[in-house]
């Protein structure tokens, strides 16, 4: 630990982008959140990443992509991430304090964004794991309430302790000053676990394939006319989920050219 805070000194001294920690939350031994200070006249669209990370011993950046789970309005960035134990990055920043510097780099890019997106009634967000990031920003985005009747987030995770965060954004987006109130109305949430029991269990695209998330949910399948999903999550999920879109009729959106779904891997892992 001392190691660590020796080379953040230095690096600090050396970076001037060192970003303040001013809050975390450990999930469970796999799975943390923390707070940063913003970066002074960053900007950034909400559902966007940026590169992210902390000095190695020798002063060079240790950097990855990392979602912002906070929405673009928000005076603090907040990051989602796992704990890899020997994760160049991660066996790290796990160990972070508040009050410690981590590193942010203000080049935000990604397509999960809503212009990617041609207008649509109802807005999908499908995630697997850390993959709900980006939707953190999203959730709390007043353009994805304007834009959208339906606001439906999607989560499968391994084990319940997994979903705990999803569940306290979905707490906390009830209480936002900004869309608490019309989220109430419009949003949903959708969490499955697929190795330990709970209350809903699968893989999503398997219920999206049996048509059971549409029971559950009270909604018509998905009709290119009106849904519009973004996808992010394990390679292998977003593979499965853009060959039941595409089979459906979805074209992918891109910056440049909106379309009916966008996809992005979900980064750290
Ligand atoms: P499963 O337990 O059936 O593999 P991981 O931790 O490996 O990234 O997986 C996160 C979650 O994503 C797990 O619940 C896993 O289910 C699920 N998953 C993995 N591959 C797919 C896929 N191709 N489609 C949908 N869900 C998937």
């Known amino acids: 630990m001392n190691v660590m805070r020796d080379s953040h000194a230095v690096a600090t001294q050396a970076m001037p982008d060192g970003q303040t920690v001013l809050s975390l939350r450990h999930w469970d031994d796999r799975l943390f959140s923390f707070r940063v200070s913003r970066p ?53 920043l796990q160990k972070i304090g508040v009050g410690d510097k981590v590193i942010v780099r203000t080049k935000p890019t990604g397509t999960l964004v809503l212009d990617a997106l041609l207008p649509g009634r109802t807005l999908w967000m499908v995630s697997t794991g850390t993959g709900v990031a980006p939707f953190a920003s999203l959730m709390r985005e007043p353009e994805t309430y304007e834009k959208f009747e339906n606001v439906l987030l999607t989560q499968t995770c391994r084990n319940r302790s997994e979903l705990d965060y999803g569940a306290d954004l979905h707490r906390r987006l009830m209480d936002d000053p900004l869309v608490g109130e019309v989220a109430a109305v419009k949003f ?73 779904y966008v996809v992005e891997r979900a980064f750290v892992d």
């Open 40 to 92: 002074v006249g960053f900007r950034f669209r909400s559902g966007e990443f940026v590169m992210i990370g902390l000095p190695d011993e020798n002063g060079k950046p240790v950097l990855r992509a990392y979602s912002i789970a906070s929405p673009f309005w928000d005076e603090e960035l907040e990051f989602y991430s796992i704990k890899v134990p020997d994760g160049p990055l991660t066996s790290r």
């Open 188 to 260: 949903r949430r959708h969490a499955t676990t697929t190795r330990e029991v709970s209350e809903r269990m699968g893989r999503i695209t398997d219920l999206i394939e049996s048509g059971r998330i549409f029971d559950d949910l009270g909604m018509a399948p998905f009709d290119p006319a009106h849904d519009r999903v973004m996808i992010c999550g394990s390679m292998a999920l977003n593979r499965d989920m853009k060959r039941i879109l595409d089979a459906r009729g979805f074209t992918e959106g891109a910056n440049s050219r909106p379309g009916e």
